[in-house]
């Protein structure tokens, strides 16, 4: 069997660090990919559109998007689709689509002081996209992982690492990895 998804796209919001109970850090970010239109659909004046993914990288790949990625970014995911299982706070069994990252690459250069991007044009404008309101999985506790500090549900992602320190990458992943420990 194989399972393997690769995508380019743009982050359409900073990414989201948190760490396991045990300390292991995983990042979930949301990618605007284009679908691609036919050159007779773009004569008539079709307007592009995007899927938006849910992505979930571990370990080196969620501290390099926690540290590097941020929205508007360009990036490359390499991984598998994994179709989880959730139930909501109100009780409702769920299900979210995601891709799981193995390889996870910035295809653009990062923007200095939040300011445009060098070389970047369509970067600086962050792309373009904005999260479609009530996605797939958006429901009760987007799907499944806690993505607000306050919550303390999310399985865990929510806390500090359990030696109490900083990642191997040295300092503190951008994002607010250590939210509490709910």
Known sequence: MLNRIILIGRLTADPEAKYTPSGIAVTTFRIAVDRPI??????????KQADFIDIVA????????????QK???VAVEGKLQIRE????????????????DNLKGLDRAREG???AEG????????GYTEPRGGNGGG???GGYERNSGGGGGGGYDRA????????????PRGGGYSGGG
């Open 38 to 47: 036919s050159a007779e659909a773009r004569a008539q004046g079709q307007e």
């Open 58 to 69: 571990w370990r080196q790949n969620a501290e390099f998007a926690a540290n590097y990625l």
């Open 72 to 74: 508007g970014r360009l």
């Open 86 to 101: 959730f139930v909501t706070q109100d009780g409702q069994r769920r299900k979210a689509a995601e891709v799981v990252v």
């Open 114 to 116: 939040g300011e445009g």
């Open 120 to 127: 970047g044009g369509e970067a600086a404008a962050g792309g």
């Open 140 to 142: 009760g506790n987007n």
């Open 161 to 172: 690492p359990a030696s109490g320190g900083a990642p191997a990458s040295g300092g503190a």
